[in-house]
Every structure is written in C-alpha cells, then in structure tokens.
C-alpha cells in the first residue's frame, strides 16, 4: 500500500485541463511579472476573504519580513513570536535586526498562550527592549486565540500580525483569517491548503497607507514611476503563473475546505479513545492544514506506522530555543515548557481533500494498532 501524506497528483487530476489551460494562457500573452492574473488573485483573495488590502509577495516569509519594514522594526524591538512554529515566523524579523521574544504555547491548541505573552511583555521591558509586535501563528490551520490577544496587544499598543501561513479559509466567530489581525500573512508553498506550485505569499491588511508603503516595499521600493525609488525595499513578487494556478484552485477551495473538515471529523471519532486529539476553541473553523495528535509514546508509533508503509510528520520537533541560530533569543522567563513538550508529542496524519474513505479508515485501523499494540 502507498499513502501519501498529501497528494497534490490527486488534486491535479481532479481539476482536470484547468491548470495546464491556465499556465498556457500566461504563457503565450508572456505577463510573466506582475501580469494580469496577480491582479485578478488579488481581488479573489480580498473577496474571499473580506480583507480590504490584498497584496502578493514572493513567499510567506517575505510576507512577514514586508510588515515588519512596514512597521520600521530594528534594532532593540522586540517581536512576540511562539516558541511551537515554523522557523519564519522568527526569521523574518531577524532579518530586520529586531529581537524574536519567544513565548509559550497553549497545550491542547497549539497556539499562543495569553498569560505568557503578558509575561514576555513585562519580561522585554525589564530588558530594555520596546515591545513592538506579536505574531499569532495559526498552527495546523486553527486560527488563534485573536479576541483575548487583541486585549493584550491594544492594551500595550503592540501591532497585531497573524502568521496564517498554515490557516487560509479558517474562520474566527464568522471572520476569516485575513480580517483578525492589524496584518495577515498567507503563503502559498505548494504544501499549504492554498498552494502554488512553487513559491507564493502575500499580506492582507485593512491599512490603507501601510498597504502602498508595501506595494513599494516589494518592488525595490518603487515610487510613482519605473525607476523612481522612494524606499529601500525587496524584489518579492508573485509570478503570474503562480496566480493563474492560484485561481484556478481557488474556485474549488470552498469544496476542498468542506471536505478536509469531513476528514478530520472521521480522524476524531475514530482516534479519540486512542489519542490525544484536536480541539477548537469556541467560534473557531480549521482548514485542517495538519490532523495533529498527542500521544506520549509518539516516536515507537511513528516508526510502526513507516514499517506498515503510513506516512506522518513531526511539526515541530524542536522549538525555536532549542535551534542553534536561535539560542541567544530571550525566552520568556516562566519558560516555554509547553512548546518543549510539544515537540516530542505531536504526530500529524495524512491530510489532504482529495483522500479516499477507504484510504482514511486503513490509516486509521494502523494508527489504533500502533498505539495499542
Ligand atoms: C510555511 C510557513 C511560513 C513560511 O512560508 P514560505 O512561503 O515557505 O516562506 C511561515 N510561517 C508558518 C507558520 C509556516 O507554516
């Protein structure tokens, strides 16, 4: 038997000539930089999303790192960033010189916790750093805990960013990720729920004078004509190619979305006696990027799952305090003993819109057969 963890060919298949007609069609009018389907995805994902400002970029670090020169950060600022994600989130504000302050995460969501982010606030200034931002991660496509964070960041004048790398389409109370932060960014690397093939990214956002500060920041700090240059910037752009895919998979997301919620429903109760599985907090819709259980026997399951030819990943098997290029990071001083626990519990299933229910119950009749054996 050969599962895969995510099939892209599946997808592929059942869009059918769309695609290839899509690239075909960039291909032959040659727009390839900034062409007319970035445009048209723009306005889709501002549609979609209820988002007024939607602006594509390279990938989903350049996203970040965009809002972070939009916002002026450097030396001495300190970014609020969990200690549980994908090494961007802190990468991107390294960059600009800034500090990634590393708090701890919730143990059943996965996502910032409040009480630490207070924590590392009070801790910072101690420091004598300015706290300046915090990134929510929307870890395996649950949006974060935004309304008690909002508290938090407008109480202590902090910017608001959503790392949504993982969560396109996910919803809060009705909003949908691209609405629930100052800023949101989205990427669109092959793997994620909206991917291209290659890289994409972009950042939505309801600022109106941050949203042209970014249009420029992302062209060599464009000003009002071609090689007038108001900015020191980046070059990170969307191909047109990767916007006309994007479209295409876009008009089939909905469904996608639908479906990867009747998986992770199937996973929970089938799993639930067996594992630590997901919980949503109240208001909150997942796209369902990973299925992520808890187990504490999680690296004998893992390698029996392998043998019985049952693809899983491990996000994230060490924290960004334990990464050598991350190390000299404040970490918040009540520590972030969840994160490090985490990293050696988590397991994510194979997920993807396209799987099979035959293919879903042999996956879950190993998993059972792992844990109990
Ligand atoms: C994938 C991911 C990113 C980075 O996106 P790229 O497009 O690969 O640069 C950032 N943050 C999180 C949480 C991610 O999962």
Redesign the pocket.
């Known amino acids: 038997m050969s599962i895969p963890f995510i099939d892209l060919q599946a997808q592929r298949k059942a869009l059918g000539p769309l695609l290839d007609e899509a690239i075909k069609r960039v291909l032959e009018r040659g727009d390839f930089i900034q062409g007319k389907e970035v445009q048209e995805f723009e306005e889709a994902l501002s549609l979609f999303t209820g988002a007024v400002h939607s602006l594509t970029c390279g990938?989903?670090?350049?996203a970040?790192t965009l809002v972070g020169m939009a916002e002026g950060l450097g030396a001495g600022d300190a970014v609020f960033v969990p200690a549980f994600?994908?090494v961007?989130?802190a990468e991107a504000f390294s960059v600009l010189g800034a500090t990634p302050y590393l708090i701890d995460v919730d143990p059943i969501t996965f996502n910032l916790s409040v009480e630490s982010l207070k924590q590392g606030i009070a801790d910072s200034k101690l420091a004598g750093l300015k706290p300046k931002m915090v990134v929510a991660?929307d870890?395996f496509g649950q949006p974060a805990n935004y309304n008690s964070i909002k508290d938090v960041s407008e109480e202590h004048g902090l910017i608001l960013v959503a790392?949504a790398?993982?969560a396109f389409g996910a919803s809060l109370y009705g909003k949908r990720v691209g609405t629930l932060a100052d800023y949101t960014t989205l990427?669109?690397?092959p793997a994620?729920p909206l991917g291209c093939y290659g890289?994409?990214?972009a950042i939505l956002t309801d600022l109106d004078g941050k949203a042209t500060l970014i249009r420029s920041l992302m062209q060599h700090g464009k000003g009002g004509e071609k090689y007038d240059n108001v900015n020191i910037g980046l070059n990170s752009r969307l191909d047109t190619i990767q916007a006309a895919i994007l479209l295409e998979k876009l008009k089939v997301f909905e469904d996608e979305l639908s479906s990867r919620n009747e998986i992770a429903k199937r996973y929970s109760k089938s799993l639930e006696e067996f594992a630590e599985t997901p919980s949503l907090i109240e208001g909150a819709i997942s796209n369902w990027a990973q299925y992520t259980i808890k187990l504490e026997r999680r690296d004998e399951v893992q390698s029996k799952l392998k043998e019985v030819g049952v693809p899983t990943a491990v996000y994230y098997p060490k924290p960004l305090n334990q990464q050598n290029a991350y190390m000299h990071y404040p970490v918040v001083s009540s520590g972030v003993t969840v994160s490090e626990k985490l990293a050696s519990q988590v397991l994510s299933l194979p997920m993807h819109a396209y799987m099979p229910e035959k293919t879903q119950q042999q996956i879950i009749e190993h998993v059972i057969d792992a844990i109990t054996q």
């Not at 990938?59 to 350049?62: E, L, W």
């Open positions: 990938n989903g670090t350049d970040l994600t994908f961007a989130t991660v870890l790392d790398a993982q990427s669109f690397f994620k890289d994409g990214g």
